[in-house]
C-alpha cells in the first residue's frame, strides 16, 4: 500500500495527504479532515496546519514525482496495457483481460466495471480512477500479474511515463513519451503475438 493520498478519506495513520487544487474543487478544504483520519504530513500550496507541513508550488507535480520515485520500481517490472479512445475501452479491455489470463499469464483489469486480479476484487466509483487509487490497484497486482489492463484517458495513461507502457487505441494522437500505437478497428481487433514487447525494447524515446 502506498503511503501517500489526495483523497483525506482514504488517508490512515501516518500517510502524507497532498491538496490537490482543480476547476470545481480545492483539496486545502479537506486538509483538517485528513489530519483527523491520521495524516503525518501535509503538502499544501498555502496555510499553516498543525501536522508537519510543507508548502510546494504545484501540490500535482509533487504527488506525481513522489509516487514516481517511490513506486516506480514496481510498475518497471509490470507490463500495463493501456486502452483509450472514445468507445469501446471497457470491452476491449475485458476482452484482452480474459483472453490473457485463458493463455495462462496472469493479469489484471482496470476500469470502469471495476478492479479485477483472479475475479473481482471491488467496484471503483470513477471511470477514472485518481493516480494514487491507479498506483494501488497496480502494486496490489504486483505479486500476482505480470499484465495490467487499463480502460482509461490518455492523459491518465501517460502518468505512468517511466514504466512499460504499449497504448491500444482507436484514435491516433501525438505523445510526449515512448509508446505503441494500434489501431482497433470498430468491429474487432486481434492480438497478434504474445509477449508483447516493454516500450524501450520496441521503439526509441520520441523527441
Request: net charge negative; with cysteine; proline share 4%.
Given at each position: 500500500?502506498?503511503?501517500?493520498?489526495?483523497?483525506?478519506?482514504?488517508?490512515?495513520?501516518?500517510?502524507i495527504?497532498?491538496a490537490?487544487?482543480?476547476?470545481?474543487?480545492?483539496?486545502?478544504?479537506?486538509?483538517?479532515?485528513?489530519?483527523?483520519?491520521?495524516?503525518?504530513?501535509?503538502?499544501?500550496?498555502?496555510?499553516?496546519?498543525?501536522?508537519?507541513?510543507?508548502?510546494?508550488?504545484?501540490?500535482?507535480?509533487?504527488?506525481?514525482?513522489?509516487?514516481?520515485?517511490?513506486y516506480?520500481?514496481?510498475?518497471?517490472?509490470?507490463?500495463?496495457?493501456?486502452?483509450?479512445?472514445?468507445?469501446?475501452?471497457?470491452?476491449?479491455?475485458?476482452?484482452?483481460?480474459?483472453?490473457?489470463?485463458?493463455?495462462?499469464?496472469?493479469?489484471?483489469?482496470?476500469?470502469?466495471?471495476?478492479?479485477?486480479?483472479?475475479?473481482?476484487?471491488?467496484?471503483?466509483?470513477?471511470?477514472?480512477?485518481?493516480?494514487?487509487?491507479?498506483?494501488?490497484?497496480?502494486?496490489?497486482?504486483?505479486?500476482?500479474?505480470?499484465?495490467?489492463?487499463?480502460?482509461?484517458?490518455?492523459?491518465?495513461?501517460?502518468?505512468?511515463?517511466?514504466?512499460?507502457?504499449?497504448?491500444?487505441?482507436?484514435?491516433?494522437?501525438?505523445?510526449?513519451?515512448?509508446?505503441?500505437f494500434?489501431?482497433?478497428?470498430?468491429?474487432?481487433?486481434?492480438?497478434?503475438?504474445?509477449?508483447?514487447?516493454?516500450?524501450?525494447e520496441?521503439m526509441?524515446?520520441?523527441?
Open positions: 500500500m502506498i503511503n501517500i493520498q489526495s483523497d483525506s478519506r482514504k488517508i490512515k495513520k501516518g500517510d495527504f497532498v490537490l487544487k482543480c476547476e470545481v474543487n480545492d483539496g486545502h478544504q479537506y486538509i483538517d479532515k485528513a489530519i483527523e483520519n491520521g495524516a503525518s504530513k501535509v503538502i499544501a500550496e498555502y496555510g499553516d496546519y498543525s501536522v508537519e507541513t510543507e508548502i510546494v508550488e504545484d501540490t500535482r507535480i509533487y504527488i506525481n514525482k513522489y509516487l514516481e520515485e517511490n516506480n520500481k514496481y510498475l518497471d517490472e509490470m507490463n500495463i496495457i493501456g486502452i483509450t479512445g472514445t468507445n469501446g475501452k471497457t470491452t476491449s479491455a475485458y476482452l484482452i483481460y480474459q483472453a490473457l489470463n485463458k493463455l495462462g499469464v496472469k493479469t489484471a483489469y482496470i476500469g470502469t466495471i471495476g478492479f479485477y486480479m483472479n475475479g473481482k476484487v471491488k467496484d471503483l466509483p470513477n471511470t477514472c480512477p485518481d493516480i494514487c487509487d491507479m498506483y494501488e490497484m497496480i502494486i496490489d497486482a504486483y505479486n500476482t500479474s505480470n499484465f495490467v489492463i487499463a480502460g482509461s484517458t490518455v492523459e491518465a495513461l501517460f502518468k505512468f511515463n517511466t514504466s512499460p507502457l504499449i497504448v491500444l487505441t482507436s484514435i491516433v494522437s501525438i505523445s510526449v513519451i515512448p509508446i505503441i494500434i489501431i482497433l478497428p470498430r468491429t474487432n481487433f486481434l492480438l497478434r503475438e504474445y509477449p508483447l514487447p516493454k516500450v524501450h520496441a526509441p524515446h520520441a523527441s
